[in-house]
């Protein structure tokens, strides 16, 4: 697929600016369509691939009402996802930048799919669930610059997944309940998640191809929070419990 030249122009500016560690670059603030933000994040991750990363799946955000008040964005957002770790990993604080965590469902697929596609179809792609924790990083003034975090590639860092169990009947009744410290913080439920968690994936397959890309067989997805987006201080002891799936676990060190 040939790149139009001004995008090409624009995946540049924003690549150089990357590496120079401003991930939000301030000349762009109000300046980029939620489409040209997606296609900056794109090019972006074909060159940080190119440099010697893998993608390994994708992620869509937003999905929760308790994360869209959160953030004041009413709509499905997705990036992309280059690394992951197991449970119980620890954290370095000089690991990442302004971190915080999101309790999620993560779909492994075993089928692709691509464009408009049923819950049915989506039901039988997905060859196992995780139960996981998005590691994201605010990089930027997120909320002021929705556009600009869609280039940045949504906040996302890692995930830290747990054991991987058969996709549950009834996702929407499962139950996440949230620890940090031992302290629980929050509960949420899978109907949050879109009604049902995979109809992140029906979204994600469509939106995917409004932009020549699919979902592909061995793909990770994270399927969006149950619960609001916390954030992670050194010393944090983080797991969530999902009802029926499992638990997964991660921390930071002082």
């Known amino acids: 697929m040939t790149i139009p030249l001004d995008e090409r122009m624009m995946i540049e500016q924003f690549w150089q600016e990357r590496q120079r560690g401003r991930y939000f670059p301030?000349?762009?603030?109000?300046?980029?369509?939620?489409?040209?933000?997606?296609?900056?994040?794109?090019?972006?991750?074909?060159?940080?691939?190119?440099?010697?990363?893998?993608?390994?799946?994708?992620?869509?955000?937003?999905?929760?009402?308790?994360?869209?008040?959160?953030?004041?964005?009413?709509?499905?957002?997705?990036?992309?996802?280059?690394?992951?770790?197991?449970?119980?990993?620890?954290?370095?604080?000089?690991?990442?930048?302004?971190?915080?965590?999101?309790?999620?469902?993560?779909?492994?697929?075993?089928?692709?799919?691509?464009?408009?596609?049923?819950?049915?179809?989506?039901?039988?792609?997905?060859?196992?669930?995780?139960?996981?924790?998005e590691i994201i990083e605010t990089r930027g003034p997120f909320t002021e610059q929705i556009a600009l975090a869609m280039a940045d590639n949504a906040q996302q860092k890692t995930v830290i997944l747990g054991e991987p169990v058969p996709l549950p009947d009834n996702r929407a009744a499962i139950e996440a309940r949230v620890s940090i410290n031992g302290q629980v913080v929050a509960t949420g439920r899978g109907d949050a998640v879109l009604g049902d968690p995979l109809n992140s994936i029906v979204w994600l397959a469509r939106k995917l191809g409004d932009y020549g890309r699919r979902l592909r067989v061995g793909d990770i997805v994270m399927t969006g929070s149950f619960t609001r987006q916390f954030p992670i201080a050194p010393g944090d002891d983080i797991e969530t419990v999902f009802s029926g799936v499992g638990a997964v676990k991660t921390a930071m060190s002082c």
């Open 26 to 133: 301030p000349a762009w603030f109000g300046r980029l369509t939620l489409d040209q933000a997606y296609r900056i994040q794109l090019g972006l991750i074909d060159r940080r691939c190119a440099a010697g990363e893998r993608q390994i799946g994708w992620k869509v955000g937003l999905t929760a009402p308790a994360i869209q008040q959160q953030f004041g964005f009413h709509e499905p957002v997705f990036g992309c996802v280059l690394d992951s770790k197991p449970s119980g990993h620890v954290f370095a604080p000089a690991d990442l930048i302004t971190p915080g965590f999101e309790n999620e469902l993560c779909m492994r697929l075993g089928a692709d799919l691509t464009g408009s596609v049923s819950l049915e179809e989506a039901r039988q792609a997905v060859a196992a669930v995780h139960p996981s924790l």
